[in-house]
Every structure is written in C-alpha cells, then in structure tokens.
T-cell receptor, first 108, second 114 residues
Framework: QKEVEQNSGPLSVPEGAIASLNCTYS??????FFWYRQYSGKSPELIMF????GDKEDGRFTAQLNKASQYVSLLIRDSQPSDSATYLC????????FGAGTILRVKS | DGGITQSPKYLFRKEGQNVTLSCEQN?????MYWYRQDPGQGLRLIYY???????QKGDIAEGYSVSREKKESFPLTVTSAQKNPTAFYLC?????????????FGDGTRLSIL
C-alpha cells in the first residue's frame, strides 16, 4: 500500500462548479497535511495546510481532514480555468511524503 | 524578494559525467531538501539537511551527493553512478525540520542525458 494515495484523474469540472480532490494516507501517526498546486512544467506551490480534524477555509479553498478515516480533501469552490493543474497531497510522517497528484481540468 | 533560487533551469549530462545543481535560499531557513520528480509520479526525497554541516539520506540517495557548508546553500551533485538521472529536480526549504513546517520550492532544474 502506498503511503499517500490520490486518484490520478483527470478530474474534469465545468467552470463555476466545486472541484473535490481526495487523498488517503496509511500512517495513523501523521500530524500535518499539505496541498500543493503544480502547473505543467512548474514547481509545486503550497496552497493549504491543515493539522486538526475538521475544515479549514482560505478563500475559495477548503481543506478537510478526517484522521479517523485517514483522508484529507481539498474543495475548490467556483472553479476557474486557471485552477487547471495537478494537485499534490503531502503528509508529514517524520518526513514529507507526496502522493502522485490528481490532474484537475476546469472547462469554460 | 525572499525565495529559493535553483540553477541552471536546464542541464544536460554526458555519459560518465558528474553534474552539480545549485540551490540558494535567502529565507533564513534552517532546513533544506532535494526531491526528484519523474513524469506522473510524486516527489521523492533524495537528501535533506536540518543544519549547516549536517545532512541525511532520503529515500533515493544512491548516486547523489550533497554538501551544506553555508546556511543559504545546499548543492546537489548527480554522480555518474546515478544511471537514470533524467528527471525534474526540486529544492525546498522550511524554517526548521518539524512536522508542521510547510516546505516551499524553488523553480526546479530539468536534467537530461545527452
């Protein structure tokens, strides 16, 4: 079992819709969780981090963490074509472990 | 502006050659990291350093070497022992190496074999 798993996608959503990206992790001792956005050919950019169970909102982005079920999600409201990118989930287990990413395509 | 600078942006390696990738940060961060990204895959940790003159191997350190002589600088050498070096190399830093510390990345170096 991979330490951090993401559906590779692509996830296609129409402009203005909510995009929901999911990530599961295997180590119950994980303490911190990060979402990065990576445009094609570019380096990852941190967009959200969450440490506690529940939701954390920042503008159009909401991170949701459920430690009991070992998953973390990223919701993007009012999706825009500029949100089209690969979204990487990263989980800290003494080191940062990255998932392979989910490709998001927002169609105008 | 504060940030992480990687150079060069593109690098080509000949057979049997060692090449060095530069990473410099002016964020006053203690911890620095090197990752490798292959197409369709997540980032894999090569080496990391928590403090000057100290560094540890990550998951895929074979064929690579690093140094940390200054807080600002963490160069990565890809040696001839690394048989499949073609990848996107990313340097990152964080204030210190702790579980709640987000890492921020440089723009990366693309390495290819000639």
């Amino acid at each position: 079992q991979k330490e951090v798993e993401q559906n590779s996608g692509p996830l296609s959503v129409p402009e203005g819709a909510i995009a929901s990206l999911n990530c599961t992790y295997s180590d119950r001792g994980s303490q911190s969780f990060f979402w990065y956005r990576q445009y094609s050919g570019k380096s990852p950019e941190l967009i959200m981090f969450i440490y506690s169970n529940g939701d954390k909102e920042d503008g159009r982005f909401t991170a949701q963490l459920n430690k009991a079920s070992q998953y973390v999600s990223l919701l993007i409201r009012d999706s825009q074509p500029s949100d089209s990118a690969t979204y990487l989930c990263a989980v800290n287990v003494n080191k940062l472990v990255f998932g392979a990413g989910t490709i998001l395509r927002v169609k105008s | 502006d504060g940030g992480i600078t990687q150079s060069p942006k593109y690098l080509f390696r000949k057979e049997g050659q060692n090449v060095t990738l530069s990473c410099e940060q002016n964020l006053n961060h203690d911890a620095m990291y090197w990752y490798r990204q292959d197409p369709g895959q997540g980032l894999r940790l090569i080496y990391y350093s928590q403090i000057v003159n100290d560094f540890q191997k990550g998951d895929i350190a074979e064929g690579y070497s690093v140094s940390r002589e200054k807080k600002e600088s963490f160069p990565l050498t890809v040696t001839s022992a690394q048989k499949n070096p073609t990848a996107f190399y990313l340097c990152a830093s964080s204030p210190y190496q702790g579980s709640n510390q987000p890492q921020h990345f440089g723009d990366g170096t693309r390495l290819s074999i000639l």
